[in-house]
Nanobody, 126 residues
Framework: QVQLVESGGGLVQTGDSLRLSCAAS????????MGWFRQAPGKEREFVAA???????RYADSVKGRFTISRDNARKMVYLQMSSLKPGDTAVYSC????????????????????WGQGTQVTVSS
């Protein structure tokens, strides 16, 4: 079992930066692929970024070059550094853990992730 708690969201202006954190408790996350997803009002949850247990990363086209995912396995933390934020980035951001240890590449599918946090709201004003 893994519990995930996100923090770091808030209200920012266009062009600002923000760093989200995801704290894991329970068992280690070092063997899990970890991902960030977001859901805007009236829209489906969408993939943002993921990092495999081996350190490879994957990003949605919409955030590539602006967002960076990282992890600190010893502290059981996952981060999402967001820069050049746009109003279209407004959403609830959630981190998730993919427990399929045979999957060496980060996955963008919601259904691949077993554990989810409650999410943190990010609002970008224009």
């Amino acid at each position: 079992q893994v519990q995930l708690v996100e923090s770091g969201g808030g209200l920012v202006q266009t062009g600002d930066s923000l760093r989200l954190s995801c704290a894991a408790s329970g068992r280690t996350i070092s063997t899990y692929n970890m991902g960030w997803f977001r859901q805007a009002p009236g829209k489906e949850r969408e993939f943002v970024a993921a990092e495999s247990w081996g350190g490879s990363t994957r990003y949605a086209d919409s955030v590539k070059g602006r967002f960076t995912i990282s992890r600190d396995n010893a502290r059981k933390m996952v981060y999402l550094q967001m820069s050049s934020l746009k109003p279209g980035d407004t959403a609830v951001y959630s981190c998730a853990a993919d427990t399929t240890i045979t999957r060496s590449s980060p996955d963008s599918r919601v259904t691949s992730y077993t554990y989810w946090g409650q999410g943190t709201q990010v609002t970008v004003s224009s």
